[in-house]
Structures are given as structure tokens and as C-alpha cells.
């Protein structure tokens, strides 16, 4: 297949073209530089030049290609309306560009703010509508296309998709418990991360383009919720810092923007997902990451 994949210089995205191309798919990728365009380059990718406000471009990766993987995000977590606009755009083009195609397309999504108190699963909607929402309401926005004629599927990815170079959400948490020379955690520390490896969420991807039914909602999750206590103690580990309890009054102040999410309970299983696809996660848990250095052994010394 001829797959267009926006973000597939992005931690998840160049996973999932290896995949891809591994699969024998012909990948095309938005690139808006230089030295992304010169990665995808090097393993055999083509490359479509554009930015994700360039909709043009867009939409023409879109028609030329026989199906959509869409991973790229501005993640401008300081200025949330730019990143949720751009995704919003991009999503309502992609989804235009394919109405009467049939064809797939596969768009990231997360499992934040799915349900309240209890895991969520692949039948639980996501509450998120319109352009003010969270993401944009871009899941949500990308399924409505299934009436339409497009083949969409939403990619709920964890809260972290971890492993060696990560630099997502756990890369910033580490980074704040150097900065601050103690690795917190979020009040007692209970409230829990659903986790899964990169190399697990990216065969997931990749699987879920040969055998997801239009409007599947599936849950790249391998552990269904690491205690943010154990986050904190393995990162404490990792670094050699004391571990300690922020008191909720002070996680915005001591965490910064990632203390809104580190004090969320993400947790969510993934029971469909492996029946629909045969995908069955085998990479290390997150606190395996962390106790093998995946976040210590190269990272830079703080000042
Ligand atoms: N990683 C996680 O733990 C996680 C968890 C839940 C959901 N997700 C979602 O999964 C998707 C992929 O995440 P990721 O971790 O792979 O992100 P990432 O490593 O930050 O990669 C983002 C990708 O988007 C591209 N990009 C950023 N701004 C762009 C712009 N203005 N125009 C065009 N391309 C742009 C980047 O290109 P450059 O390489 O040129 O910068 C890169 O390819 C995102 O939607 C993310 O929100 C990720």
C-alpha cells in the first residue's frame, strides 16, 4: 500500500515506518525540515515537504496515497490552542481529502480523560468535541468520517510510549526531578500511567492498517497502570535522587505543565485490541526501561 504518514520523524512515527516498510508498504512522509527530511531519506522513505498549517500539502500527501497514518503533533504543551488548532486542521483536511475512498486512516489519539475512575476501555467514546477540546476533538472528529466512506481508526496511544531516546512525558519528568534534585511524585502517588514500549506501539500501528475495522478505537497499552509512586521511586533509582510526595497544592509549581498530567490516573486496558489485531506486547515494562537507563545512561549531565 501506498501510505502517507505525517510525524514520521517523530518518536512513534519513525518506529512505525520501520514497520511499515518492513511490511513491504511504500511510505511517504511529511517532513518540515531539512534534517527530517534527510532521516526519512536514509531508510528509504519518500518525502513530501510540508508543515502541518500547510494544508495543501496535506492534502495532496492525502490523495496520493491509499492510506493516512497522521502522527504528527506540535506538542506546544506552554500554548495548548496552537498544537490543538494545527491537529484540528489537519485532521478535518485529511478526512475531507479521503470522504468516498474507503481508504484507511489512522490517526493518534491518547487515553487521558476517557473516564473517571475506573480503566478505560476501547467501547469507552471519547467525551472530547469541537475544536476548543482537548486534541481538538480530532478522534471524535476522524470517526465521524466513517459515515462518509472513509476507513478511520483512532490509535490511543499510552500516556507514555516509552524506551531508549524517549523524549516524552517520562523524559520531562526525569528532567524536573534532576532540575529539582528530588523525583516527586503527585500526592500519595497512587494515581497510575498506562504504559506501553515503542516497539509494541509501533507493530501495533502497523497492524492496525492491515486488519482494524473502520471506527475502531484501539488501545496501544501493555501495562494497564504504573503507580506514579513507582515512577518516581524507579527515576529516583535512575538518577540516584531522594523520592518524596508533592502535596497537591504544590505539583503545578513544582512540576510545571506536566504536573496537570503526572497527577491524572491514565490507566487503561487493552482487551480488544490484541483479539482484533493478534497483537500481543512483548517489550520491557516502563520500570524496566528506567532500571536499564533508558532515561539515565545518555542523558545529558544537568548544570
Ligand atoms: N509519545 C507518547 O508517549 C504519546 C502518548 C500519547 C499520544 N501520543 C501522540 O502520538 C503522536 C506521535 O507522538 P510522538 O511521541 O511520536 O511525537 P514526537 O516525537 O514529538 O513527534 C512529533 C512529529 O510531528 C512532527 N511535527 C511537529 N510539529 C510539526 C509541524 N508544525 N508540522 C509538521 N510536522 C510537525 C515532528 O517533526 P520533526 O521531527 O521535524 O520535529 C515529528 O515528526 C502525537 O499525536 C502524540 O500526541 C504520543
Do not use: C
Amino acid at each position: 500500500m501506498r501510505v502517507f504518514v505525517t510525524g514520521a520523524s517523530g518518536w512513534i512515527g519513525s518506529a512505525t515506518i520501520d514497520e511499515l516498510l518492513a511490511a513491504g508498504h511504500e511510505v511517504t512522509g511529511l517532513a518540515r525540515s531539512d534534517a527530517s527530511a534527510a532521516a526519512l531519506q536514509a531508510k528509504g522513505v519518500q518525502v513530501r515537504r510540508g508543515d502541518l498549517d500547510d494544508l495543501a500539502s496535506i492534502r495532496a500527501g492525502a490523495e496520493a496515497a491509499e492510506a493516512v497514518i497522521h502522527l504528527a503533533n506540535k506538542h506546544d504543551f506552554t500554548n495548548p490552542a496552537v498544537s490543538i488548532a494545527a491537529e484540528r486542521g489537519a485532521v478535518q483536511t485529511i478526512g475531507d481529502t479521503l470522504v468516498g475512498t474507503n481508504r484507511p486512516f489512522l490517526l493518534a489519539s491518547g487515553v487521558a480523560g476517557l473516564t473517571q475512575g475506573r480503566l478505560a476501555t476501547e467501547n469507552d467514546p471519547s467525551p472530547f468535541h469541537g475544536p476548543e477540546s482537548p486534541r481538538g476533538g480530532s478522534e471524535n472528529l476522524a470517526l465521524e468520517f466513517v459515515d462518509r466512506g472513509v476507513h478511520s481508526v483512532a490509535l490511543r496511544f499510552s500516556p507514555t510510549v516509552h524506551g531508549t531516546g524517549d523524549h516524552g512525558f517520562i523524559a520531562v519528568i526525569a528532567a524536573v526531578a534532576r532540575e529539582k534534585g528530588v523525583s516527586g511524585y503527585p500526592a500519595d502517588g497512587t494515581n497510575r500511567w498506562a504504559a506501553v514500549h515503542r516497539s509494541d506501539a509501533a507493530r501495533m500501528v502497523a497492524l492496525g492498517l492491515a486488519k482494524a475495522p473502520a471506527g475502531a478505537r484501539l488501545h496501544a497499552v501493555a501495562e494497564e497502570g504504573v503507580p506514579t509512586r513507582d515512577i518516581a521511586e524507579a527515576i529516583g533509582r535512575a538518577f540516584g535522587l531522594p523520592v518524596t510526595s508533592i502535596a497537591p497544592d504544590d505539583v503545578q509549581d513544582h512540576f510545571g505543565w506536566i504536573g496537570t498530567f503526572f497527577s491524572m490516573d491514565l490507566a487503561a486496558t487493552s482487551t480488544m485490541t490484541p483479539e482484533l489485531l493478534g497483537w500481543t506486547p512483548t517489550g520491557p515494562t516502563l520500570i524496566e526501561d528506567l532500571d536499564a537507563g533508558a532515561y539515565s545512561a545518555h542523558a545529558p549531565v544537568s548544570g
